[in-house]
Nanobody, 121 residues
Framework: QVQLVESGGGLVQTGGSLRLSCAAS????????MSWYHQAPGKQREMVAS???????NYADSVKGRFTISRDNAKNTVTLQMNSLKPEDTGVYYC???????????????WGQGTLVTVSS
């Protein structure tokens, strides 16, 4: 079974840091794009950071300079380092893997189960 498993959420004070991790498991040959999405309470899910297989990154304006995304292609993992956290960063963070090519020849898009981040003021 091909899946994403996230970890690292929690409660932090304003200005603090958290590190989210996401690991893809299963019969995966390669993953094109890995991303993190944020869903604030009562709002739509939005992309905050993405990284290609060649480590090209893209960030939402709201997190530029504060969040850093990185990946390990050999381990099929992606990490989001979140610094200088603000109350508006509160919400559920989802890991996404796009263009997942399996050894059986399937191409998939995967979502993790989500991890809750709460930033207290």
């Amino acid at each position: 079974q091909v899946q994403l498993v996230e970890s690292g959420g929690g409660l932090v004070q304003t200005g603090g840091s958290l590190r989210l991790s996401c690991a893809a498991s299963g019969s995966i040959f390669r993953i094109n794009l890995m991303s993190w999405y944020h869903q604030a309470p009562g709002k739509q899910r939005e992309m905050v950071a993405s990284i290609t297989e060649n480590s090209l990154t893209n960030y939402a304006d709201s997190v530029k300079g504060r969040f850093t995304i990185s990946r390990d292609n050999a381990k099929n993992t992606v990490t989001l380092q979140m610094n200088s956290l603000k109350p508006e960063d509160t919400g559920v963070y989802y890991c996404n893997a796009g263009g997942v090519l399996t050894f059986s020849g399937r191409t998939l898009t995967l979502w993790g189960q989500g991890t809750l981040v709460t930033v207290s003021s």
